[in-house]
């Protein structure tokens, strides 16, 4: 079996094809980090290159996607540690007018398989549903995703409602997603970010002191 493949499959779009050599990958003892960072997410870099290019278009980054996702349900339960208390309650969603999940879905897979409880409330997420997600659940940690420079900027419109609804003190805002930087971050007032799933981890756990 040759990782390789995995790259060429998601590339590819080949959803079955990406799900076998997953399986298989973990039946030999591939950690799973590995397959994600070094395969996973470099197809998906890829593709998202050609699209820039001209040279892939919507439905092949949709195949790839579906292919990334379907792989990653698998590694999914892998990623669980062996945290048996909460250490934090993590509210996360991608912004209103956003559809792209899959990195979020990776940084909220990441903070469970840390001891983390996290309440996912999906993509195209409101500022309105996030206040009241984080009041809901009393969250410690609320994580904003954006992957489109046009929709990256509502990051902003979801902090000042927090700071409306009374409650910025009491949760602390981190941000990513493909075209989030460190000083757009501090631009906005967003208490951290991140550019992957593991460092956001570390992040939030100094921000919340454990
Ligand atoms: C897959 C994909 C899609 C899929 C999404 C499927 C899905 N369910 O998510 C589909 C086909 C739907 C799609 C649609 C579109 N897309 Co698109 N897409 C991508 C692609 C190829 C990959 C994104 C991805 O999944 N990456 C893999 C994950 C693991 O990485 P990630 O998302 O960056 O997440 C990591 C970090 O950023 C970070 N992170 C993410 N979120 C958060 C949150 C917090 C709090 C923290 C701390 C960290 C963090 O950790 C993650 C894990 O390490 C990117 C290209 C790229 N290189 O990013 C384009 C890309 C984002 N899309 C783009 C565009 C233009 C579009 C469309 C407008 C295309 C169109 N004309 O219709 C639409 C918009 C739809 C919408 N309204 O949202 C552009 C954006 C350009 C820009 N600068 O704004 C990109 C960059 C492609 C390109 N090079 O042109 N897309």
């Known amino acids: 079996m040759e990782l390789n493949q995995l790259y060429d499959a998601i590339l590819a779009g080949k959803m079955e094809q990406a799900i076998e050599i997953t399986r298989e990958a973990i039946y030999q003892g591939v950690a799973p980090q590995e397959i994600i960072n070094e395969y996973m997410i470099k197809?998906?870099?890829?593709?998202?290159?050609?699209?820039?290019?001209?040279?892939?278009?919507?439905?092949?980054?949709?195949?790839?996607?579906?292919?990334?996702?379907?792989?990653?349900?698998?590694?999914?339960?892998?990623?669980?540690?062996?945290?048996?208390?909460?250490?934090?309650?993590?509210?996360?969603?991608?912004?209103?007018?956003?559809?792209?999940?899959?990195?979020?879905?990776?940084?909220?897979?990441?903070?469970?398989?840390?001891?983390?409880?996290?309440?996912?409330?999906?993509i195209d997420v409101p500022a309105e549903k996030f206040v009241e997600a984080v009041k809901e659940h009393n969250a410690d940690i609320l994580c904003i995703s954006a992957l489109l420079t046009t929709t990256m900027t509502y990051m902003e419109v979801v902090i000042e409602a927090l700071k409306a609804a009374g409650i910025r003190e009491q949760v602390k805002v981190m941000v990513g997603g493909a075209p989030v930087n460190e000083s757009f971050a501090v631009q906005i007032g967003a208490d951290g970010y991140s550019d992957n799933a593991n460092s956001a981890v570390a992040k939030a756990k100094e921000l919340i002191g454990v």
């Open 43 to 122: 197809a998906m870099g890829e593709i998202g290159q050609r699209f820039q290019d001209g040279k892939a278009f919507v439905p092949q980054l949709l195949m790839s996607a579906r292919a990334m996702k379907g792989a990653l349900e698998l590694l999914k339960p892998l990623l669980q540690g062996a945290a048996s208390v909460t250490i934090g309650k993590v509210v996360i969603g991608t912004v209103k007018g956003d559809l792209h999940d899959i990195g979020k879905n990776l940084v909220a897979s990441m903070f469970e398989g840390c001891g983390f409880e996290v309440i996912n409330i999906g």
